[in-house]
């Protein structure tokens, strides 16, 4: 079964930094598309950032020059390094996989 699993999140002051993790079972890792979304109080889930195992990337608008996405295959997992965290951020943070999620992960910027 195909597993995700995040962690990393936190409450941290505007301008401050997190670092999300998402390791991964049950697929091969070796070709993917995974991608990081969130949903904030009273907003609809969002696309936020997307990776492929080509180390293609994709960035929400919001997020640009923030945010990066990476992964590390050997360990099954991909990563989102937020800066300059704005309080727009806050929001539960999802990690994504044909159709599968992971519980999420609540990043709170205040």
């Known amino acids: 079964d195909v597993q995700l699993v995040e962690s990393g999140g936190g409450s941290v002051q505007a301008g401050g930094s997190l670092r999300l993790s998402c390791t991964a079972s049950?697929?091969?890792?070796?070709?993917?598309?995974m991608g990081w979304y969130r949903q904030g109080p009273g907003n609809e889930c969002e696309l936020v950032s997307t990776?492929?195992?080509?180390?293609?990337?994709y960035y929400a608008d919001s997020v640009k020059d923030r945010f990066t996405i990476s992964q590390n295959t050997e360990k099954n997992t991909i990563y989102l390094q937020m800066n300059g965290l704005k309080p727009e951020d806050t929001a539960m943070y999802y990690c994504?996989?044909?159709?599968?999620w992971g519980h999420g992960t609540q990043v709170t910027v205040s």
């Open positions: 049950g697929f091969d890792f070796d070709v993917f598309d």
């Open positions: 990776i492929s195992s080509d180390r293609t990337t």
């Open positions: 994504a996989y044909d159709g599968y």
